[in-house]
């Protein structure tokens, strides 16, 4: 079940981690890895291929009203998204420096979309209104997480910025 389907999450944004697909990694090792970030996240929702290698993961942090659901995504259609958001970042900032050569980042053929999503009130599902309690820590540490386990990198594509270095 994705966090989409509960009505007391609010997506709000989603951001990637590009990587070589030949390091994706198993679900017990993503697993793991975001465990040991913080005792007090809980995984559900947790899918491999016959591999045992990652499709899709959900982590919840009551403690921040967060969740994050994590799909991965390989090949072309990768390919020609990150050639793209490559060509998009630099236009955007022509000092914007990656942390790994731009030409590496195009040739990535994995990738992990992190879906954010807030837990709102049962009030504040139906209006726009901004509550302030939305703690952004664990996209952070996830994604960085899941950067250095796979030797990529983190994009916020809607601001055209790298979230890890």
């Known amino acids: 079940m994705s966090m989409f389907e509960d009505n007391n999450y609010r997506w709000r944004e989603t951001f990637f981690v590009l990587f070589d697909a030949k390091k994706r990694p198993t679900l017990d090792g993503v697993a793991k890895t ?27 942090s009551a403690d921040d009203f967060a969740a994050l659901d994590i799909c991965y995504i390989g090949g072309e259609e990768v390919l020609e998204q990150g050639t793209a958001l490559v060509e998009d970042m630099k236009k955007l900032d022509a000092e914007c420096k990656p942390p790994v050569p731009w030409e590496r980042i195009r040739r990535y053929d994995g990738r992990f979309d992190v879906l954010h999503f807030e837990r709102v009130s049962e009030d504040a599902a139906d209006d726009d209104s901004e509550d302030e309690m939305l703690d952004p820590s664990t996209l952070l540490v996830v994604l960085d997480a899941l950067a250095r386990l796979t030797g990529g990198v983190a994009i916020d594509p809607q601001a055209g910025t790298f979230l890890t270095d």
Do not use: K, P, Q
């Not at 975001?34 to 499709?55: H, K, V, Y």
């Open 34 to 60: 975001i465990a040991a970030l913080n005792e007090r996240f809980e995984l559900t929702n947790r899918s491999n291929d016959d591999r045992g290698m990652i499709d899709s993961l959900t982590v919840v």
